[in-house]
């Protein structure tokens, strides 16, 4: 079945500078959309989340963008810290919401520097 | 507020046996979603439980099931264990049906042997 996904499965950036986190979807019918970020020991914590009818949306120090065209969407982190270290993972729903939950991404491990 | 809570946080099981997993949501949450997650598989639904009634479900076997109280807590039960069955099982609660506005505990890591 359609599912989401992601492009890499790790990504490793220094301290101190953006991170893009990548994730391509397949399913047009998908109106919701979340970003997720898992620490390890704990579960997925919310992030930020975005509707089918907007393209970008803004939160403290991240930004998802979401281009319905390619179905694409991303994650950005601005000024990246240690405690951003964690994997991140990408969500959708279907449209009318709950059917089948939410379908995740594989996961992106982002690994900061010093 | 609390958050949601899962016990135990760690289970070790034989093959064929069965185990009970539990999920208390957060106050005032009535929804409850089970997940499994696996480093094979990543995170995959396997149901909603609403009003003491399973809503949705996922492409699981049978041999999952769960429910829920009236209190919103809900369990989850695996009959006849498989080593695949190896997890961490995570339990989100939201205030109303549906996947928007999870909560996710910090799940049950469940070893079969």
């Known amino acids: 079945g359609e599912s989401v996904g992601l492009h890499l499965p790790t990504l490793s950036v220094q301290e101190g500078d953006n991170s893009i986190i990548n994730c391509a979807y397949s399913?047009?019918?998908?109106?919701?959309f979340i970003w997720y970020k898992q620490e390890s020991g704990k579960g997925p914590q919310f992030i930020i989340d975005?509707?089918?009818?907007?393209d970008k949306r803004q939160g403290q120090r991240v930004t998802v963008l979401l281009n319905k065209t390619v179905k694409h969407l991303s994650l950005q982190i601005a000024a990246t810290q240690p405690g951003d270290s964690a994997v991140y993972f990408c969500?959708?729903?279907?449209?009318?919401?709950?059917?089948?939950?939410?379908?995740f991404g594989k996961g992106t491990h982002l690994i900061i520097q010093p | 507020k609390a958050g949601v809570t899962q016990t135990p946080r760690y289970l070790i099981k034989t093959r064929g046996q069965q185990v009970t997993l539990s999920c208390s949501p957060i106050?005032?949450?009535?929804?409850v979603s089970w997940y499994q997650q696996t480093p094979g598989q990543g995170l995959q639904f396997l149901f909603e439980?609403?009003?003491?009634?399973?809503?949705n479900k996922g492409n699981f076997p049978g041999r999952f099931s769960g429910r829920q109280f009236s209190n919103s807590r809900s369990e989850m039960n695996v009959s006849t264990l498989e080593l695949g069955d190896s997890a961490l099982y995570l339990c989100?609660?939201?205030?109303?049906?549906?996947?928007?506005?999870?909560?996710f505990g910090s799940g049950t890591r469940l070893t079969v042997v």
């Open positions: 989100a609660s939201s205030l109303e049906q549906g996947a928007r506005g999870y909560t």
């Open positions: 399913n047009s019918a998908s109106d919701y």
């Open positions: 975005i509707r089918s009818n907007m």
């Open positions: 969500a959708e729903n279907l449209a009318g919401g709950g059917a089948d939950g939410l379908t």
């Open positions: 106050s005032g949450h009535r929804s």
């Open positions: 439980y609403f009003s003491e009634t399973q809503r």
